[in-house]
Each structure stands twice: as C-alpha cells, then as structure tokens.
C-alpha cells in the first residue's frame, strides 16, 4: 500500500510548485529542519533592513557553529566571526575582513584569519551578481563556477597540507540538473555563504558528504539532481595513492503557491573512497519568517 501512496505523492511534490510566476519578494528562510530532529540543522537571523545577520549550523544538540555577518555604512558585507561552541564553551574559531568590493557590492577580496591569527587572502570574480571563481593567495583552495540561466557546475580543488610528509589534494566535480518551477530562497546569501565554510558544499576530507552543505545552494533554483565526483591524491614519503568518490544527490520539493520549497525529499547514494555503498533519504522542513 505504501508503494501506491508514494507514486501518488510524486505528482503533489511536483505540480505544487508549478503554478508560481517568481513575482514575488524573496521570504526570509528562518530554518531548515531534518525531520525527525529535536532542533534545526541550520538557522538564520536578519536584521531590521533584512540584512543575513547570523547563520547557525548545529552539529548535534549541544555544539554548534555560528556566523555573525557584519555590514559596512554602505550597506556592504564587511566581515565575519565564527563562533564555535562545544560542550558549552564557545570560542571563536576564524574571522574574516573584506577589503574590496565590486561595483555592485559584492565581496572581491577578504582576508580570513584563524583562531591563531594566520591569515589567507582570498580573491572572487564576479558575473553580476554570481561568483565565477574563489582563489586563495596560498594555493589551498580555488573554485569555479559556471552558470547556464543563473545556475551552476561547478569545480573545487583543494590542498591540505597540515603536515609536511603527508598532504592530499582533493578534486571535486559537480553536475548539476535544476527544478526551474522552483526558486532558491537563499540566492541572494552568495556573499554571506563565500564566508563561511559552506564551499566546497561536499566537503571531500569527509568520510561521506554531508547532507547539510548539500542544502546550501548559490544559485536562482534549486538543484533537482546534484551528481559530484571526488578525487583524492595523496602524497606521502612512501608514495602517492589516489581514491575516488562518486555521490548523487536527487531533491523532490513541495512549495507554497510563489514557489518557494516549504519541503524537500533528500535520496542520497555514494559510494566512498573505501569503495562501499551508502544510501540515505531524508525529509526537510523549510520555515520562514
């Protein structure tokens, strides 16, 4: 009986996003939430003018990691602090200044400082109001982006080098198929998520993708499928081994009547490095101001 339930299903996720025009004023998400969860996986608080003030991704129930945005008398985003909190004791774990900005405001040039006070500079280029590429000045990380009707592939290198006879280098590849009935609620959040540690959204370090970074999207839609490819290459005094990683994420969502995801059904398969497969689906809350 189960099985009927959810073919009939199918056509309500689908057809209930269907019927907006995107005429509408993008609503403040407040919260995405897992079913079945006591608290959210992720929050956002804005200001009076709108402004994404804080975002607050929680681990479990006790620790948590939360992003406190701050602006510029231009109304520009100027800076970051994160806040880590564990066990009840909170730290701040890394900060970031922007320098520059482009014409229309957007982040150029930040530097990010750690909870020792190193600091890396990174660089964003900019299509309007889309990032094309994130550089950092010392070589861990660069991303790129390319967009088709405002939304993107994109690809990731990363460098970890945390010791000197042993560092990996990972290579991420997304292809992405978008639900163009239904809009994005966090598309104009692009500079806010370049501060935080949202990108790359797979996290390849990871044992298996985390399906919380895979909610978070720069984009004018929302991703209907999400296929990534992971690389691994490690480099190491006894030779260098590679692995791979292949991940494919598929959303369902139901909307209210502007389009915007009230739902999403989350089905994800990988099959990780050590090459055994794992398969997860869940059910997400949207919820708005």
Same mark, same amino acid.
């Given at each position: 009986?189960?099985?009927?339930?959810?073919?009939?299903?199918?056509?309500?996720?689908?057809?209930?996003?269907?019927?907006?025009?995107?005429?509408?004023?993008?609503?403040?998400?407040?919260?995405?939430?897992?079913?079945?969860?006591?608290?959210?996986?992720?929050? !956002?608080?804005?200001?009076?003018?709108?402004?994404?003030?804080?975002?607050?991704?929680?681990?479990?129930?006790?620790?948590?990691?939360?992003?406190?945005?701050?602006?510029?008398?231009?109304?520009?985003l100027s800076g970051m602090i994160c806040?880590?909190?564990v066990n009840h004791t909170v730290k701040?774990?890394?900060?970031?200044?922007?320098?520059?900005?482009?014409?229309?405001?957007?982040?150029?040039?930040?530097? !990010?400082?750690?909870?020792?006070?190193?600091?890396?500079?990174?660089?964003?280029?900019?299509q309007g109001n889309k990032p094309l590429?994130?550089?950092?000045?010392?070589?861990?990380?660069?991303?790129?982006?390319?967009?088709?009707?405002?939304?993107?592939?994109?690809?990731?290198?990363?460098?970890?080098?945390?010791?000197?006879?042993?560092?990996?280098?990972?290579?991420?590849?997304?292809?992405?198929?978008?639900?163009?009935?239904?809009?994005?609620?966090?598309?104009?959040?692009?500079?806010?998520?370049?501060?935080?540690?949202?990108?790359?959204?797979?996290?390849?370090? !990871?044992?298996?993708?985390?399906?919380?970074?895979?909610?978070?999207?720069?984009?004018?839609?929302?991703?209907?499928?999400?296929?990534?490819?992971?690389?691994?290459?490690?480099?190491?005094?006894?030779?260098?081994?590679?692995?791979?990683?292949?991940?494919?994420?598929?959303?369902?969502?139901?909307?209210?009547?502007?389009?915007?995801?009230?739902?999403?059904?989350?089905?994800?398969?990988?099959?990780?490095?050590?090459?055994?497969?794992?398969?997860?689906?869940?059910?997400?809350?949207?919820?708005?101001?």
């Amino acid at each position: 009986m189960l099985k009927y339930l959810y073919v009939l299903l199918l056509p309500v996720l689908i057809t209930a996003c269907s019927s907006n025009k995107g005429k509408y004023n993008v609503p403040r998400l407040k919260a995405l939430t897992i079913q079945g969860e006591k608290a959210p996986c992720i929050t !956002f608080s804005y200001d009076a003018a709108g402004r994404l003030t804080t975002m607050t991704r929680f681990n479990n129930l006790q620790d948590s990691n939360t992003y406190k945005f701050v602006y510029d008398s231009y109304q520009r985003l100027s800076g970051m602090i994160c806040e880590s909190n564990v066990n009840h004791t909170v730290k701040v774990t890394k900060k970031a200044t922007v320098t520059d900005w482009d014409i229309n405001g957007n982040i150029r040039k930040i530097d !990010f400082f750690d909870q020792n006070q190193q600091v890396t500079t990174a660089q964003v280029l900019w299509q309007g109001n889309k990032p094309l590429s994130l550089k950092y000045s010392n070589a861990s990380q660069a991303t790129s982006w390319n967009y088709i009707e405002g939304n993107p592939d994109w690809k990731n290198i990363l460098h970890d080098t945390a010791s000197p006879d042993n560092n990996t280098t990972y290579f991420t590849k997304a292809v992405c198929e978008w639900d163009m009935s239904t809009y994005n609620p966090m598309a104009q959040m692009a500079n806010q998520l370049l501060l935080t540690d949202t990108i790359p959204q797979a996290h390849p370090a !990871f044992l298996l993708p985390d399906i919380t970074s895979l909610l978070l999207h720069i984009s004018t839609n929302n991703p209907s499928r999400i296929k990534l490819e992971d690389k691994q290459e490690n480099n190491a005094v006894k030779g260098i081994a590679k692995l791979s990683r292949s991940t494919t994420v598929q959303y369902m969502y139901a909307c209210n009547g502007h389009g915007y995801p009230n739902k999403a059904k989350v089905y994800l398969h990988a099959q990780g490095y050590t090459q055994l497969d794992t398969e997860a689906n869940t059910t997400v809350d949207y919820s708005y101001e």
